[in-house]
C-alpha cells in the first residue's frame, strides 16, 4: 500500500511506502489530517490541513497528546471506511497499525470494540 499526503498550501504530495508506519504516525502527530476518497489506485490519501504548533511534533509530544492523537484518527478512519474504496490490503495495513499503536497506548480493548483491529 502507497500512502500519500496532500497539503492545502499546494505543495508537493509527500509519499510513505506502508512498511513506515512511524513516519505515518508522525505526520498524524505534525498535521491535522482529514483521509481522502482514492486519488490513486493503489493506496491511501489524506489532506494535510493546518500544521500543529510545533509543541505537539513528534520529537516533544507527551504520551498523552500521542494517546490523544491515536484515538482521533481511530474515529476519523471508522467514519471514512463508507467513503472509501479501501482494499483488503488497506484494511490489513491499517489493523495492523492499530493493533501496533493500541498496545503501545494501551488502547487495545477499545480498538477491538470498535472493530478495527
Same mark, same amino acid.
Request: with cysteine; hydrophobic share 35%; proline share 4%.
Given at each position: 500500500?502507497?500512502? *500519500?499526503?496532500?497539503? &492545502?498550501?499546494?505543495?508537493? $504530495?509527500?509519499?510513505?511506502?506502508? &512498511?513506515?508506519?512511524?513516519?505515518?504516525?508522525?505526520?498524524?502527530?505534525?498535521?491535522?489530517?482529514? =483521509?481522502? $476518497?482514492?486519488?490513486?489506485?493503489?493506496?491511501?490519501?489524506?489532506?494535510?490541513?493546518?500544521?500543529?504548533? !510545533?509543541?505537539?511534533?513528534?520529537?516533544?509530544?507527551?504520551?498523552?497528546?500521542?494517546?490523544?492523537? =491515536?484515538? &482521533?484518527?481511530?474515529?476519523? !478512519?471508522?467514519?471514512?471506511? $463508507?467513503?472509501?474504496?479501501?482494499?483488503?490490503? &488497506? @484494511?490489513? *495495513?491499517?489493523?495492523?497499525?492499530?493493533?501496533?499503536?493500541?498496545?503501545?497506548?494501551? @488502547?487495545? $480493548?477499545?480498538?477491538?470494540?470498535?472493530? =478495527?483491529?
Amino acid at each position: 500500500m502507497n500512502i *500519500w499526503f496532500h497539503f &492545502d498550501d499546494g505543495s508537493n $504530495p509527500y509519499h510513505i511506502l506502508s &512498511d513506515r508506519d512511524d513516519l505515518f504516525f508522525n505526520m498524524l502527530l505534525a498535521y491535522n489530517v482529514e =483521509i481522502k $476518497p482514492n486519488i490513486y489506485v493503489d493506496g491511501c490519501t489524506f489532506q494535510c490541513h493546518e500544521t500543529r504548533p !510545533y509543541i505537539y511534533s513528534h520529537k516533544v509530544a507527551t504520551k498523552e497528546y500521542r494517546k490523544e492523537t =491515536i484515538k &482521533d484518527f481511530a474515529e476519523k !478512519y471508522l467514519n471514512s471506511i $463508507p467513503l472509501v474504496n479501501y482494499t483488503e490490503e &488497506d @484494511l490489513l *495495513w491499517f489493523a495492523e497499525f492499530f493493533t501496533k499503536y493500541g498496545k503501545r497506548y494501551r @488502547l487495545l $480493548p477499545e480498538f477491538r470494540e470498535l472493530g =478495527i483491529c
